[in-house]
């Protein structure tokens, strides 16, 4: 039998979460090994060169970025298809992905989450008040106000639940982890479509093991993993000091 594929990255990071929830969906057996990419030891900087999350281990193969591993899962899993069938449809799921994974990642990760999260809990860093200040007050609303006119007056952006929904979440929920609440009076689509999509089982499961390690000392959160029933690696590429790695924006 072959070995189950390896997810390698946190559960709190939305990248990784994208590769998660699409390997729920289809129902594909995985491990991970749930560390925060500073925390990556030498051999993590030999399957990911960025030192980025997520890297995805499938026997020989290995895979980098959220996006190529997504559309990987997608072809080796394909049902229940998580991309548009129509090809137009299709390209432009994946720019609301690209959307998600850039501009969102800026805003959402490293002018929010990073200022308030990993700065404080990694780097022992106090968030810087003028770059929150732009972020609630422009480049939030910003991002809201385009997705909003993507979506239809109902449900999902392409019809059917597709990686567009899934991306968009999956920062959004960092985004709830920085305290945010999103003002469904003034983006209601786009409350109801995140509402939707956080109801998802993928989305609850994983949201459990989030929860087991949000408030948990990195050291200690494999351990808290095991303990929450997560299907945590036999081994973990974790080292002690963190090191920033040639992308990072922290
Ligand atoms: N385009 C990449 C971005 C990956 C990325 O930025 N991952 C973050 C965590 S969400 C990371 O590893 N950051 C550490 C760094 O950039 O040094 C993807 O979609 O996988």
Sequence with gaps: ????????????????????????????????????????????????????????????LVLNDSSVICQYLEERYPQPALYPADIADRARARWIEEFADGRMGQVVIWQLFDQLVIGRGVWGREPDAAVLEKTYQQDLP????????????????????????????????????????????????????????FALPAFQKLHRFELAIARTPIVQQRQALIAAGAPVSATSLMREQPVRGPMSRS
Excluded: H
């Design 142 to 197: 910003s991002i809201f106000d385009y997705l909003e006119a993507q979506l239809p007056e109902s449900g999902w952006l392409f019809g059917e639940l597709s990686i567009a929904d899934i991306s968009v979440a999956c920062f959004m929920r960092n985004a709830q982890f920085a305290r945010y609440t999103l003002d469904a009076g003034r983006w209601p689509k786009l409350a109801a479509m995140l509402e939707r999509t």
């Design 1 to 60: 039998m072959s070995e189950p594929l390896l997810i390698i990255g946190s559960y709190l990071s939305p990248c990784v979460r994208k590769a998660l929830v699409l390997l729920e969906i289809k129902g594909v057996e995985y491990r991970i090994d749930s560390i925060v990419p500073f925390f990556g030891n030498v051999e993590f900087e030999r399957l990911s060169p960025l030192r980025q999350v997520p890297v995805l281990v499938d026997g020989e």
